[in-house]
């Protein structure tokens, strides 16, 4: 469908007080960094089947090292064109495993597939990225449903899910992407996902990833649709903006997760 620009202000929120007081590690919220180089066009949808195999040893794109560090990231259609070598620098190699039309579910089982494939390099994943909602969202009526009864249990399950695979990573999630759709729940539909998000992460210590504003127009309240192909892809120029706030989170170096707002978030403050 063609769609309409959904207004985002002002969202749903959760209070800083009530998720403190739900754990002792709130989650970070950090806005992306700048400073990445541009990456390639998109040239058209290709969708990653789940049967997919990433086997790191049956194809390493680089010889191995004793301190290589391994970031992966779990996503979506909206991650699948993220190119995980470009990422790469150094002893940090980035592992691209994103598949079209994932939902929470279906990314508990890539993360499965993997850890299942690749045993014997499970030990060098430090850091973990997981971009999902989108497809869980985009048809979701928030005002007929509950959305704490519906999905809260599926991000608790991949997070444990994630937690016994992967015991040395990092866990870190950043915002659902803005949206456009002919409903008029759905900017509802997806502050309330960001909110239920964070609200999860600070309860299970997870780093929380806030880059939603950066896919704004100037005034903060529309999804800017210079950086989108459709209702909710992003095209090349929304890509680089994505990737600029994945190759942060990749080489950021936090330890604890603890609450940082970002002044320049207007429409979205959490």
């Not at 998720?19 to 990456?39: C, I, M, N, R």
């Not at 649709?225 to 892809?233: A, E, G, K, T």
Request: proline letters at 6%; hydrophobic letters at 35%.
């Amino acid at each position: 469908s063609s769609g309409i620009n959904a207004e985002y202000g002002p969202p749903l929120t959760v209070s800083l007080t009530q998720l403190q007081a739900v754990s002792k590690k709130p989650p970070v919220s950090l806005e992306g960094a700048d400073g990445y180089s541009p990456f390639p066009p998109l040239t058209g949808s290709t969708s990653v089947k789940f049967s997919t195999t990433h086997n790191l040893s049956d194809n390493p794109s680089k010889p191995a090292s004793s301190n290589e560090k391994l970031c992966l990231i779990f996503g979506t259609s909206i991650t699948e064109h993220v190119k995980g070598d470009m990422m790469s620098k150094g002893s940090r190699t980035v592992v691209n495993i994103s598949s079209s039309g994932a939902n929470i579910n279906d990314i508990k089982q890539l993360a499965s597939d993997f850890h299942h494939e690749n045993l014997s390099s499970i030990h060098k994943v430090d850091k973990i990225i997981v971009s999902v909602g989108t497809n869980d969202v985009k048809f979701y009526n928030c005002w007929k449903r509950d959305m704490r009864k519906d999905i809260k249990p599926k991000l608790v399950s991949l997070i444990k899910n994630l937690k016994q695979l992967f015991p040395s990573a990092q866990i870190h999630f950043h915002t659902m992407l803005p949206i456009k759709l002919m409903y008029k729940y759905t900017a509802d539909s997806v502050h309330l996902f960001n909110n239920l998000l964070l609200e999860t992460c600070s309860q299970h210590g997870c780093f929380f990833f806030d880059c939603f504003s950066r896919f704004l127009d100037e005034r903060g309240v529309l999804c800017n649709q210079v950086l989108f192909r459709d209702s909710y892809h992003l095209n090349s120029a929304g890509l680089k903006v994505l990737c600029r706030a994945l190759k942060f989170i990749v080489y950021s170096n936090l330890f604890n997760p603890h609450p940082r707002y970002s002044p320049y978030n207007r429409s979205y403050p959490c």
